[in-house]
């Protein structure tokens, strides 16, 4: 993509008016009428038309990938690797940014999301590593985040990290540009915003955003059940809530939580409408319906946060022998440091 070609240029003003191309490229998802239930309609924000993850995760990965080079946080020239813990989509796209921006990138992965979503981190990463762990780690200490703190704290001279947990990045992407989207696509008639959450941002940056416009919109949160096979969500009784959902939690007025056989078979029947998504936009899914039949004459918004490629395997299983299986990848380092 030649808009990137001067990544390395020597001036200032052509860096920087490539790192803010950068988010240029991310966002302004379609946002599609997917059914009228109880005389309300239900949206969904298509994020799985994002170019680098087809994810919601490209705009968070955006965003702290540049936010400290454009402010002068970080020297771009310096022989350093970004690290950071994903269960997948955010690793893609930071393993694909990256290089974009011609930064070195490294990502840790729990061994829980299995060969297809790691064979893509693997392909976009300069270095990219699985440690033991599942979806809920029970906190910092846990699994890939472990691992990663690990990392950086042994050597912090050679590892920038920017920890999509807790930075407020990762809220701002989202303040700044899912939020701002959605109000202007319903023409700011949207009554609830339906999002299942993990690092927290996207439904907190949303939410910021949208009750700033008008503080009687409803936000409602999604979490699956306890030992889910849902891929880039938490169940909130099994792991610790991130620092960016335990300090923003009030702007939150509900939530509800959806079994696994409900978010499958609903990404069942997304599949067969011609939305070729994830489980977790199954999770969103079936949450809108639920909170459609009991908000008469509305308007619900939600997001389908990406494509299926990640979760084919484990749906795949699914509809031919009716039984939910994650399979673990087994593979450590793949790359030397």
Not at 156 to 170: A, G, H, I, L
Not at 222 to 232: E, S, T
Request: glycine share 8%; charged share 25%; aromatic share 8%.
């Amino acid at each position: 993509m030649t808009v990137f070609a001067s990544v390395q240029a020597p001036s200032e003003e052509g860096y920087l008016s490539t790192i803010r191309s950068i988010r240029e490229t991310v966002g302004r998802t379609p946002l599609a009428h997917i059914e009228t239930v109880n005389d309300t309609r239900i949206f969904a924000k298509l994020e799985y038309f994002n170019p680098f993850s087809h994810s919601v995760k490209d705009r968070t990965a955006a965003y702290m990938l540049t936010g400290p080079l454009e402010k002068r946080e970080v020297d771009p020239g310096r022989d350093t690797i970004w690290i950071e813990a994903s269960s997948g989509n955010l690793g893609i796209a930071y393993g694909k940014i990256g290089r974009l921006l011609g930064l070195k990138t490294m990502v840790v992965a729990p061994s829980i999301v299995g060969d297809v979503t790691f064979r893509r981190i693997r392909s976009t990463t300069t270095f990219s590593e699985i440690t033991p762990g599942g979806y809920c780690p029970r906190g910092e200490r846990d699994g890939a985040i472990k691992k990663v703190m690990d990392t950086w704290v042994s050597q912090p001279e050679k590892f920038v990290w920017r920890d999509q947990y807790s930075n407020e990045d990762n809220i701002t992407a989202h303040e700044e540009t899912t939020g701002p989207e959605i109000w202007k696509q319903t023409k700011g008639r949207i009554t609830t915003l339906v999002a299942a959450t993990g690092t927290g941002g996207t439904i907190i940056g949303c939410g910021l955003y949208l009750k700033e416009q008008d503080p009687r919109i409803e936000i409602v949160g999604v979490q699956p059940q306890v030992k889910h096979h849902i891929q880039g969500v938490r169940n909130y009784e099994e792991s610790l809530k991130p620092l960016l959902l335990t300090q923003n939690e009030d702007l939150i007025d509900e939530w509800i939580e959806i079994d696994d056989k409900e978010a499958f078979d609903a990404t069942k029947l997304l599949w067969r409408k011609g939305f070729p998504v994830g489980t977790s936009s199954g999770l969103n899914y079936v949450a809108s319906r639920k909170i459609a039949r009991r908000r008469r004459g509305t308007e619900v918004v939600t997001l389908f946060p990406d494509a299926f490629t990640n979760s084919f395997k484990i749906m795949q299983n699914y509809l031919t022998t009716g039984r939910i299986e994650d399979s673990k990848t087994e593979e450590t380092k793949t790359q030397p440091l």
